[in-house]
Structures are given as C-alpha cells and as structure tokens.
C-alpha cells in the first residue's frame, strides 16, 4: 500500500466512522471504475451517511488539496466517478432515505443514494408517477442521475431529471451546506441555482438531498410496434405523428443493424429485411389513449408501415418491448466490445444524422448500430469492435470523431444524456466554444478554488 493512500485512509478515520473507510486493495480496485471500461484507482473510500459528514470530508480534502470524486451506483458511462486523479471516492450510495413523499403538494424529498426503481416503485405506489426512465434504473441512483441530467425514452413527452428537480441540498467543497429551491413550483427568486448544480456531474457540490416534482400516474397506456421497410418511411412517421398533434410518451428507433443484433441473439421473428422498428407508447386519459393510438395507426400506414401491432394485455405490451429492451446484451453478445455513443440532434434532423452514421460506418468499416429515442433526437450509435485490436481501434476512434463533426454541423450536441466526464472531454472543443467553456471554468474556480470535486472531468481544468 502507498504512503499516500495509508495516510489518507488513516486521516478519513479520524473523521468518520472507521467502518465506513477502505483502503486495501481490493477495495480501491471495485472503486476504480464505471460503466465505461475506464479505470483509475482511489486511495481511498469514504462512504458518507450524512451531509455533516460529506461536509467533513469535503472541508478536509479542500485544506490538503486531496481530489474527491462522487459516486453513486457506478453506472455512469462517461467515466464521471472513476477517480482519474486518485485521491477520495466518496460514496453516497448508503444515503437512501426516501424521506417524505408529499401528495398534497405532488412533491417528494429523497437522499442521493435512492435506487431510481425503488424510488419510481414507491411513487407509484402512493399513486403518482415520477417519470424520469434511464434503462439503468434498477441500479443507479437519483443522486447520479441528478449529477448527470439522466433521461430515458419518457423524455419526449416528459421531459429528464431536470424537469423533476425543484430543490437540493449540496454541500460546497468549502464544506458548507447549502439547500435551494424547495416545493415550490414557481420561484424566481435569485439565480436557479439548482439548475446550475443539475447535471454539473460531480464537479460543483456533492447532493446530499433533493426535492422532486410528481405527477399524477396516467390510468391508461397503450403500445404499439411499427415495422418499415423504409427508413425514410419510419423518420416520416415520427414526424407526422408529432405534426399531428400527438404527443407520444414514448417513441424509440431501432435500425437494421440492431434488428439483426436482436434477430442473432433472441430469434423474435422480426424480418431482418425492414429498414427501421419504432416503439411507441401514448398514456393518458383511456379516450384520449384510443384517439392517439389511432391517429398512430394511420400515419404509420401513410407511411407505409409493414406490420403494426397493438399490444392487448400486459404480457403483449411486454413481448413488444423486448426486441428494445434486448439491444444491449444483443450488442454485447455481437463482438467483444462496444463503444456506446449518446449524440443529441434537433428531432428534425434523425433521418439526415442516422444517414451521417451509416455513413461513416462504411467509410471506417466499422459496425454501427444505431438505435434510441427518435422523439426527441437522442440517439445511440454502437460501434461494435474489439479493444484488442489497435489498428480497428484507431479507426473507432476516428469514426467517433466523425460522428460527433456530424452531429454539431446538424445543430446537435455531444450528449443527450450520459455527460461528457472524461470520454467525450477531447470533443469538448467542438460543441462548446472557447468564450463558454471559460465561462464554465470561472464558475467551477468560484465554487471551487483548490479544484478538488472531480478535478479533470468535463474540461482539462
Ligand atoms: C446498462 C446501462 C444503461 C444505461 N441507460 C441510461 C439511460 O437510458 N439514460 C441515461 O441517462 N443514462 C443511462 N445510463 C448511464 C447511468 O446509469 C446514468 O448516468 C446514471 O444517472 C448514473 O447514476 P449512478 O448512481 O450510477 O452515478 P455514478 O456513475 O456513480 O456517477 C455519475 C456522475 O454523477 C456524480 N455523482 C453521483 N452521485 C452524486 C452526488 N450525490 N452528488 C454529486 N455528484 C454525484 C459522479 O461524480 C459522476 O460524475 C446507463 C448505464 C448503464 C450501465
């Protein structure tokens, strides 16, 4: 064990519980990753049980310059909690109170280390709903989320975390405890300083509490699965159906490649010859519910549609899901590794970006499979490669670029939800312009002057 790491582990005894610090190996090596394959070690854990002692840690790591890097679940898949410059993890994971959930006012108050599924479970069992869907919901945590802006395939017509978090109690890496924002629904009372620590991915304030907004839950719901041969026809249809009026809860795309991904993994039946599968969900109101599945129906015939299903029961509306939902493990199970992108396009701009990926794709000779959530311009392009391969992984690094390049010149962004962290930091340059990402740095400096909180994530500061 290094002196740096016996001494810091010896020195965060002295500040909290002995129990809730680890130093040995073992330890720093579960800690030293995320969703991603990046890997750093930290020298040491501290796991927090209240914002007093996340308040003690951080005034300690402020007066000796020690790196402290948040952690949640470690579901991240932008490297945010790999602690790239050692020093703390700190994690929050063992803070999971769901302290108040208010139906009077549709409001609930939640510790960081929430599980989101527990949460969503708990929600609706008091009967309201709280939408924010990232498909990693049995595992991470609301803190995470709220640190990277997470969203899901409800984000077109709900909205993400943002939307959800009306207050936060953070503490500053002085070791001050601040709370913003509360219950209320309008407040324009001095800056939105919540807002300024949603999605700051670790690097402002650690939250040790939060106030999310709920909604009543929708009585009804109903799925549809629509097959194209054409995907000028599917990208058509997204757009008639929003023209038209209908806001869908949810409305993800699948391409070819990933139909074939889910066709070698599971054998669904899906014909491997359709060009493009869009998902789509409409809740609400039961006549409202009809009206839209309806006014669905028709575009996508319009358009052309090769096979369109509405699921009747509940095993059917799963059956409907499970070629989305297999994506994953059927890319995971297609090569050795994936490398998962998280380009965000205005929604008009998904037939011309997925045309861009395919592109590139045979330009760098490379699988891309492209799937995600056409309704709101959130895509995930999944290039299938293997790491051991150098020569293959200079062209994924290329094709990444490439990717990106396309994404901004179609008036996009880098991420639609997963955060820069450290692997999309290189990118930052060309989604973010010199005059705004010294705005950012003057910002993190004011907050932050010994830059302790998640030092080299998002920007090289
Ligand atoms: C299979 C899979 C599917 C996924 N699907 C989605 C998806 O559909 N949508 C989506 O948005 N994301 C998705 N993700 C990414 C990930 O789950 C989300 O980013 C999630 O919000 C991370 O939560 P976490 O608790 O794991 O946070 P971590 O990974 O531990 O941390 C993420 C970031 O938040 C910071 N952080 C964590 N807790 C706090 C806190 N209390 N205070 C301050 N900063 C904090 C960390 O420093 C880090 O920068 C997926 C991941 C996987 C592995």
Known sequence: MGTMTRALGAELR????????????????????????????????????????????????????????????GTGLSGGSVPAQGGIALVLAGMRNIKEIDTGSMMAVVEPGVITGIFQKAVEDAGMFYPPD????????????????????????YGVTKDYVLGLEVVLPSGDVVRLGGKQIKNVTGYNLVQFFVGSEGTLGVITEATLRLLPKPPAKKT????????????????????GGVIPATLEIMDQ???????????????????????????????????????????CREQGVKSFQTAKSKQEEEALWKARRSISPAISAARPSKI?????????????????IQRIAAEYRLPIVIFGHAGDGNLHPNILTDRRDHQEMERVEQAIGAIFEAAVKLGGTLSGEHGIGLSKRPYMDLAVSAPVQKLMADLKRAVDPKNILNPGKIWRA
């Open 340 to 356: 998962g992108e998280d380009i965000s396009v205005p929604r008009s701009a998904i037939p011309a970006m997925v045309r861009e």
């Open 14 to 73: 002295r500040i909290l519980p002995p129990a809730q610090v680890m130093d040995s190996i073992e330890d720093r090596t579960l800690y030293a990753y995320d969703g991603t394959s990046i890997k750093a070690l930290p020298d040491a854990i501290a796991q927090a049980r209240s914002a007093a002692e996340v308040a003690a840690v951080l005034r300690f790591a402020t007066e000796r310059e020690v790196p402290v890097v948040p952690r949640g679940a």
């Open 257 to 299: 490649k990933s139909i074939h991904c889910v066709e070698d993994y599971l054998k669904l039946g899906l014909p491997r010859d359709a060009e493009a599968i869009l998902l789509i969900e409409v809740d609400g109101m039961p006549v409202a519910v009809d009206a839209e599945a309806e006014v669905i129906g028709r575009i």
């Open 134 to 157: 990232p498909a990693s919901l049995n595992y991470c945590t609301l803190g995470g989320n709220i640190a990277e802006n997470a969203g899901g395939p409800h984000g077109v017509k």
């Open 224 to 243: 549809m699965l629509a097959i194209f041969d054409r995907l000028d026809g599917a990208a058509e249809a997204v757009a008639s159906i929003m023209a």
